[in-house]
């Protein structure tokens, strides 16, 4: 007879990187659902690639973590995938983990000997290239001509990387997470992934670390911007220069009209002296700051300096971290529509969807912030409110766990306890 599930998971999240969410600690997402899950008594396990600690073990809040690129054993010089793989194996031998949660792609290795080594392993949407159609979906025109070439564009992008790839991966899979609607009718209709093994989680953040902060008056000195400045802050990878082509082109446009506004772009990237040369070439090298790569402490600072917060990228199919955390700081934030914070942001209520490629609708928004005609204080109070309500950890950390009991007993290896009856209750 087949055991039942057991009450205390051991459980492996394996990541390459930790997303930053709450930047007044190093922590990242991963972090409060390997608490949450710890707290409730499961055993959990992490591995990833490198510590904000330089350490190769650490021991935090309940959860054991192995960051295999620290230090000198020979794990550090191996591809992420095996390195995992080999670490989980010999963990694995000591004490079995009942189910592999895989953040990218880096647990396919184990997911393809799962039977022999007897566990299970679900992957986040983020493990597929899927975020590459919605970058391409980004790039949309309003003319016949565009959404031909996009279509086109789209369907050859999904073969090449559903054959090259993708297929594989979700037919090791024994679950995927989804964070929203949209990446779940895409995984079933053109991935054709069952509907019935797809796990709606929206990650959550912990909100006591996202009190709301004031502006920084010494960054605002540092960067020598005047008082009454209107700022716009945007965050890019700079790896698609016709994203910011177009907004530097938006920009311009109120640049003209608004001798006082400003825009701060923060990240780095291969693209990053085309992008200042497209900045010089437009003459705004005096109202455009380019930060290059920040730490994540510093990044909230910035946030909190402007007075808009616009990432239009769509080149990840999960919540942009970003965008998340300057809602929870009240910021009025503009992201793209076929982004997944169209699924978070009611237009026009708690925050502004934009196709990326409308360059005029772009900029009169902006004129309509900066020229104060705007409800900036209502509409950054709903946008945290939210927040409040979507990414709540405790129901977060419900469903994961519903989820994971439910892969458990899909792959056959468990029986799902039956609910108990209660006898006076049902013969009253």
Known sequence: MKPPIPSSLKICLIGRHFQILSRSTDHGFLWPIAKGLARQGHEVTVLSTRSPLGKFHVERDGVTAYYLKEGSQGLARMEFSEAAFRKFSELHQKNPFHIVHSLDSSGIKIAKQKKSLKVAVAYDVEATQMSQLFSILGMSGESVGSLLTTAFAVVYKFLTTYLGGDRGLLLSADGVFVT??????????????????????????????????????????????????????????????????????????????????????????????????????????????????????????????????????????????????????????????????????????????????????????????????????????KARQKVIELFDTQKMIKALLDAYKQILSNTGMFRTPRPSINLASSQA
């Open 180 to 381: 929203h609607p949209q990446q779940r009718l895409l995984l079933e209709r053109y991935y054709l992934y069952p509907d019935f093994h797809t796990y709606t989680v929206p990650y959550g953040i912990e909100l006591g670390d996202l009190t709301p902060k004031e502006k920084s008056i010494e960054l605002r000195r540092r960067l020598n911007l005047p008082e009454n400045a209107h700022i716009a802050v945007t965050i890019s990878d700079m790896t698609q220069l016709l994203e910011m082509k177009n907004l530097l082109a938006a920009f311009e446009k109120v640049a003209i009209k608004k001798p006082n506004s400003y825009l701060i772009i923060i990240g780095n990237g291969p693209l990053f002296k085309d992008i200042e040369f497209e900045i010089l070439n437009r003459a705004l090298g005096n109202r455009v700051l380019m930060t290059k790569a920040l730490k994540e402490s510093e990044i909230l600072d910035y946030i909190l300096l402007g007075d808009v917060f616009m990432n239009m990228s769509s080149r990840t199919t999960g919540f942009e971290p970003s965008m998340i955390e300057a809602m929870a700081q009240k910021k009025l934030i503009i992201g793209s529509e076929v982004s997944p914070i169209s699924n978070v942001v009611e237009d026009g209520v708690d925050g502004f969807l934009l196709r990326p490629a409308d360059i005029d609708s772009l900029s009169n928004l902006l004129m309509e912030i900066f020229s104060g005609t705007l409800p900036v204080d209502e509409i950054g109070e």
